[in-house]
Every structure is written in structure tokens, then in C-alpha cells.
């Protein structure tokens, strides 16, 4: 299929997990995608195993730190000389920053919003000139459900992921009559390498693990490709009037009270 035939896409954080898998899912629907990676030899990796897969797909990797504007910049300069101007942005980089308020560090504070939020509006930056001269443009960020759910421990991650929200609203207003779309996907539990660093990280992780897949009404966690799905959508020409709106994919994990 091609719904992102001529289109140029950059995918924060595409080495792994939810990134590659919207990389991958770009490059299937005809986008040339730009792996933008803080691990070079990850993106490349990865860069090669959706050209290989993809018949006739245009990959590049570029060695990215969304903490620093400047390395944005110039990845999206480089996607441009590679391709041609950036059409979808796909702010995909996060960490996990999961702490006690009190006994949490300054550092860990700093780590977790330099990532997961100045990364973010570091992304966002680099690419609006462009799309608001050319007036068209999609810009797709990663939230969570803990961007309006709290769960005990895991600050200073939520506060963060409020803000990528607030962002993506601000944003989306600011540039809707340049017809700049800014929309967010808050994903539930879906199961990458993330995923697992938390379970491994508990005290029993098969416990944990069980745990979590029995908290979603649909009684499993999500997969990376069934956020990718949802990418594609907005960053086709499928979803022209959304903007300045939160999809969430949890199988309906948020809207239950309890059982
Ligand atoms: P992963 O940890 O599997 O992948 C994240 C990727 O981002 C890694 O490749 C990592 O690179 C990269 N990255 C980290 N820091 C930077 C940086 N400074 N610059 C560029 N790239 C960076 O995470 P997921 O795929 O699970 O998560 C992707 C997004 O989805 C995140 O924003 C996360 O918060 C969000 N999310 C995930 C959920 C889940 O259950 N998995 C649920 C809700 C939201 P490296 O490995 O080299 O550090």
C-alpha cells in the first residue's frame, strides 16, 4: 500500500521498540523514513533490516540526541538533503524515569524532562519552519496513558508526559491555520524492551509480568505495530481535520474504573 507515497518521515528513537515499528510501517506505506537514533549502529542496524524487508524503501539512519536542539537540527537537515523537506515528525524518543518524589535525585529530574519533553519540543522546533512555510505538515507525539494517569513511584515520568500533551494542544493550536497537524498517541502497557527492563527490574518479574497483562480489559498489552497503525493514520492524508488531539491505545485500560 502506499497512503505515505511521497512523503518524508523522521521517527525519533526508531532503533527499537515503538519507534522501529512505526519506521518500518512508514517505510511499508511508501514514506522515505529517517531513523533518527541516539545509538548510530542501532539505527543502522535497523535502518538496513526495513530496506531489506521493504522492497524499493527508502531508509537513512542518523545518529540523534533528542536532549540537544542542535543534533535535531541537523538531522533534519539531513533528511532533507536525503530526501527532500520533513512532511511527519514522529517524536518517539522517551525513557523511563520511575522514582519517589522525595528520595528522587535533581539529575533523575533533569534526565527525565531533558528526554521526554524538551526532546520533544526539541523535535517539534527543528521541523515547524519548515512545515509552516510550506504550510502542510504532521507531527506526531509519543505520550502515555500516564499523561492523565498517576501511578505511585513512577515520578517524575507523568508529570513529563502531562506536558508532552500540553505541548501537542499548544502546538496544534498555534499552527493549525498553516495547516501544521499536532497530534499524540498515549499508548497503555505495549511490550518492547522498555517493557521489560520494568518487569526484570521487580522483585519477581514473571509476577509482574502476569500482573501486567491481566490489568487491560482485552486481558493482554499492547504490540508496537498496533501504535504503528495508528501513526500512519495521522500522518496520512486520512486524518487532515484531527489535530490537536490524544488517540489512546490501551484496549481500554483507561476507561475502566475497576473490576
Ligand atoms: P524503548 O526503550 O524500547 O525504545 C526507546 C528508543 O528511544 C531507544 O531506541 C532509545 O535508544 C531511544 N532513545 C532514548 N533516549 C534517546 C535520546 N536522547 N535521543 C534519541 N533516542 C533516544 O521504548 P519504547 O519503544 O517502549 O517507547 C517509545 C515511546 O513510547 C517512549 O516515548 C515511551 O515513553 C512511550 N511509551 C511506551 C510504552 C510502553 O509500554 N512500551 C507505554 C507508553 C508510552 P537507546 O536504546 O540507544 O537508548
Redesign the pocket.
Known sequence: MNRLAGKVALV?????????AIARAFAAEGAAVVL????GA?AAAMARDIANACAGARTLAVQ????QPASLRAAVEEAQRAFGPVDVLVN?????VFADPLTMTDEDWRRCF???LD?VWNGCRAVLPGMVERRAGSIIN?????AFQIIPGCFP?PVA?HGVIGLTRALGIEYAPQNVRVNAI??????????H?WWNAQPDPQAARKATLELPPMKR??R?EE?AMTAVFLASDEAPFINASCITIDGGRTALHHE
Do not use: F
Open positions: 525519533t528513537g526508531a532503533g527499537r521498540g515503538i519507534g522501529a533518527a537514533e541516539l545509538d542501532t540523534t540526541d533528542v536532549t518517539n524518543a522517551g525513557i523511563n531533558a528526554v521526554d526532546g509519543i505520550a502515555s496513558t500516564h515520568y508526559k498515549a499508548p497503555g502497557y505495549i511490550e518492547t524492551q522498555l517493557t527492563d498489552i499492547g508496537p501504535v
